[in-house]
């Protein structure tokens, strides 16, 4: 059987990856709009209602105004924006959030990608507040250093076309703390309050680490670094695209500096644990644009219309 996908924004940073890893797809045929319609909203709906599957690479308000145009009840959206993270008619397109979620994606029309920062965050807090360990009160706290690629067009432009010695050395943002993938982190991590985050873009393209530093003596239990590294060893251990390395991580460090471009151009994560006994420090590593972006968006299509969770992906 053959299915019909459409990308709604093509032309961006998701979608070019998107369109990419659909290529290597078999059993599809893709949609394109013509350049010059791609602001027609006729001829994005009719191309829309015409789907089986429809990746929404938009802006926020862009992506809820596309939703809206869907009027055929076949067609299935998979949305890569904010818009919907946390809405309750939409399933948070996380496969390894709970055993329950690929079912959920599987059936469901409608799936919210995750945000790249809230992935790694959810990724690494979530069995810890689902076994009781981290109470939900927790006062977390989460830095993560991502590559200039997630931020755009406009961002990749000026790091590759400005001679800004400013934009050599890494730069914080989002210092208002009210970043747009807080609601998700706190949401589907289970956490009453929202976390202390702070993104950090550094001059390299893509790769993303997501730290989590924690302070075993405010858990609910007090276990150790190395046991927070068995507990998500075991909660992961069946997952093929999350790997929890060893706690004694030095072979995979380099001369002892943490390699975080070391997924690039996968669908892949890797958890680390690093601490001792009164303090951990838990680090997510990442493609921004492979498991933040568009690998994930494609691992949930595989999923919704039953094929190899990793075609596409390896």
């Not at 030095?250 to 001369?255: G, K, M, S, T, W």
Request: proline share 5%; glycine share 8%.
């Amino acid at each position: 059987m053959s299915y019909t996908i459409f990308v709604d924004g093509q032309e961006g940073t998701t979608g070019l990856q998107i369109h990419e890893r659909l290529s290597r797809i078999s059993g599809i045929e893709v949609l394109k709009i013509d350049a010059n319609k791609r602001k027609d909203s006729k001829a994005r709906q009719a191309l829309i209602n015409e789907a089986d599957i429809v990746f929404l690479c938009l802006p926020d308000a862009a992506s809820r105004e596309s939703v809206a145009m869907a009027s055929n009840p076949q067609t299935r959206i998979i949305d890569a924006s904010t818009a919907f993270r946390t809405d309750p008619e939409w399933v948070y397109g996380l496969p390894e959030l709970r055993k329950e979620q690929r079912s959920r994606i599987q059936s469901s029309a409608r799936v919210s990608v995750p945000g790249c920062h809230a992935t790694g965050f959810v990724l690494a807090l979530q069995p810890l507040v689902a076994e009781g360990i981290l109470p939900s009160d927790y006062p977390a706290t989460c830095y993560s250093l991502t590559g200039y690629s997630g931020g755009g067009k406009k961002l990749i432009a000026d790091y590759q076309n400005s001679g800004n010695e400013q934009l050599f050395a890494p730069r914080n943002y989002g210092l208002g703390l009210n970043h747009k993938h807080l609601p998700e982190m706190q949401f589907h991590v289970g956490l009453q309050h929202a976390p202390l985050f702070t993104p950090i873009v550094g001059n390299y393209y893509q790769g993303d680490a997501v730290a989590v530093p924690l302070l075993p003596r405010l858990f609910n239990k007090h276990i150790s670094a190395q046991e927070i590294q068995e507990l998500l060893a075991s909660y992961y251990k069946n997952e093929c695209f999350i790997k929890v390395m060893p706690y004694d991580s030095e072979a995979h460090l380099d001369n002892g500096f943490f390699n975080l471009q070391q997924c690039n151009h996968t669908n892949n994560l890797d958890l680390f644990v690093f601490g001792h006994q009164d303090q951990a420090l838990l680090i997510a590593r990442f493609d921004n644009l492979g498991k933040g972006a568009s690998g994930a968006a494609i691992q949930n299509m595989n999923i919704m219309l039953g094929f190899d969770e990793g075609a596409g992906l390896e």
